[in-house]
């Protein structure tokens, strides 16, 4: 989709398919619906006092009135005047957008963003706006037989009208924002896709095919032998009960040498001057191998690979940005099968860090990938790891389908992806990892057990990871109540690619 700004002080004279006004509750008008109700002889007025709440997320078309050049006028409901917020914005917008659709316009304008909002600047309003539009227009038909394309939105460019001081900083925004919801329709599109067609092989095609259209990006595949020759012992041992072969596929965003940014001395807040390494779990089919899975939602499993599919996303906003600092990608990439020669309960396995796991649940498959990837980081002398894994249903039970899971003994780790998750909607709470959890994780026969048992499963998942992290900064990001919703709405939400990238951002703007 494409994005732009205008700033005009005669919005009734704007010629568009569709013009977003907003509408706070009680009848209050924003700056621009009061325009185009003066310009229509009070035509808003009368409609918000007969049959307009103004609830946040509602919508009304007007089609035709006096005086106004749009086609339509699209009343959006914001909600209390004092309540506005960030995410009422984003729901404004994406109102407006999904009736733009129903509508089958091909363009449309957005007065929306140009409200101002406590602490929140045009750029992050921007931002947010196209974020929520490429949401709202993102639509799945890769594996039907005859797509209907006349269900595809027709619309093609928005334009957000803004105050004539603020359009530099509102197209910078709308750059991100683009560059977001792209990396984010990657990332569903890639958690939709049928677990027959995104193999672990498709996974490393797709990284290839992101370097080949962004020439920034170098993408290396290993292939089974390579891994071997590294001793992933504990990849590999989930991988071995499936026909379809390992991946492991590392991503390299230099950062482009001529925009290059002094770095901070190094220390916990800046993290020094290598790079951030993201780690994403690659499970593109969890049957939960010898300890199957109940046969209920199993098919729900093709999404335990949202943890790679974000990372994929994320370098490839990234790099449409061209952010100036480096940043490595890690996938750990399999499927999790039963078969004759699959891992079994009680087999011990050696990880590539040389920490023999005892395996007393095959269905805990994500935590012996992730291990191998996380001790791999190693070798770039990271600023900081974070890992992304739809790791445990606990933190489903936890959290629910709002928050993400953060684990991390860092303070200014843990403020910093909580600062850029509150900032891009995409939020996280931080969950505990103390010491006490690691007692859960003894085994009689290995360094370590692969579970630590019902309580806190969460926890103890994490602080599983964290022994193989002691060389750097890290977190664990689990998204397994956030990567993707169930029922009638199922499908990826492309979440944490806000927050990585808003991660991202945030660095930039504390080294510049």
């Not at 300890?291 to 906003?317: H, N, Q, W």
């Not at 890992?387 to 629910?400: N, S, Y």
């Not at 600062?419 to 006490?436: F, V």
Request: proline fraction near 4%; hydrophobic fraction near 45%; charged fraction near 20%.
């Amino acid at each position: 989709m494409e994005f732009s700004t205008q700033t005009t002080a005669s919005l009734h004279q704007l010629k568009t398919a569709a013009l977003g006004v907003g509408i706070f509750a009680d009848g209050i008008l924003s700056p621009a619906a009061d325009q185009i109700d003066r310009a229509s002889d009070g035509a808003v007025r009368a409609v918000v006092k007969s049959e307009f709440r103004a609830t946040v997320g509602e919508s009304l078309v007007l089609r035709n009135l006096p005086g106004v050049a749009a086609q339509r006028v699209v009343l959006i409901g914001l909600g209390k005047q004092e309540e506005y917020k960030a995410a009422t914005l984003a729901s404004g917008e994406r109102a407006f957008i999904a009736a733009c659709v129903k509508a089958n316009v091909t363009e449309a304008a957005s007065s929306l963003a140009a409200l101002p909002m406590q602490d929140v600047p045009v750029r992050a309003r921007v931002r947010s706006a196209a974020i929520a539009a490429g949401d709202a227009t993102y639509r799945y038909d890769a594996t039907f037989g005859k797509p209907d394309k006349d269900k595809r939105p027709k619309l093609k460019k928005v334009v957000h009208v803004v105050a004539a001081g603020e359009a530099a900083d509102a197209k910078t925004g709308l750059q991100e924002g683009r560059a977001i919801a792209e990396g984010m329709n990657l990332t569903k599109l890639l958690g939709n896709l049928p677990p027959n067609i995104c193999t672990p092989t498709y996974l490393g095609e797709t990284a290839k095919r992101l370097a080949a259209e962004f020439k920034t990006l170098k993408v290396e595949v290993l292939e089974r032998k390579q891994i071997e020759a590294l001793g992933m012992g504990s990849f590999l041992s989930v991988a071995r009960g499936s026909e379809e072969a390992p991946r492991f596929i590392v991503l390299r965003h230099p950062g482009s040498a001529a925009k290059k940014l002094a770095a901070k001395p190094a220390g916990k807040t800046s993290g020094g001057d290598g790079p951030v390494v993201l780690v994403g779990k690659g499970i593109t089919f969890d049957s939960g191998g010898i300890s199957i899975k109940p046969a209920a939602t199993m098919d729900e499993m093709k999404y335990d690979m949202c943890g790679a599919a974000s990372v994929l996303g994320t370098f490839r906003a990234l790099a449409e940005l061209d952010l100036p600092f480096e940043v490595i990608g890690l996938i750990a990439s399999c499927e999790n099968m039963p078969s004759g020669k699959a891992l079994k309960p009680g087999d011990v396995v050696t990880s590539m860090a040389g920490h023999t796991i005892e395996v007393l649940n095959t269905d805990a498959e994500g935590r012996l990938v992730l291990c191998d990837a996380l001790t791999y980081a190693e070798r770039f002398k990271p600023a900081a790891v974070i890992d992304i894994a739809t790791l445990t249903g606990a933190c489903v039970v936890a959290l629910g389908h709002v928050n993400t899971g953060l684990f991390t003994q860092d303070d200014d780790l843990a403020d910093s992806l909580l600062k850029a998750g509150r900032a891009s909607l995409d939020t996280a709470w931080r969950m505990p990892l103390e010491d006490a959890y690691q007692e859960q994780l003894k085994s009689n026969f290995a360094d370590i057990a692969n579970i630590g048992g019902p309580p806190a499963g969460s926890v103890t998942a994490a602080c599983f990871l964290s022994r193989f992290t002691k060389a750097y900064r890290w977190a664990h990001l689990d998204i397994a109540g956030t990567a993707w919703k169930g029922g009638k709405e199922k499908g990826a939400t492309g979440r944490p690619v806000p927050l990585l990238v808003q991660y991202l951002l945030d660095r930039q703007a504390s080294r510049a």
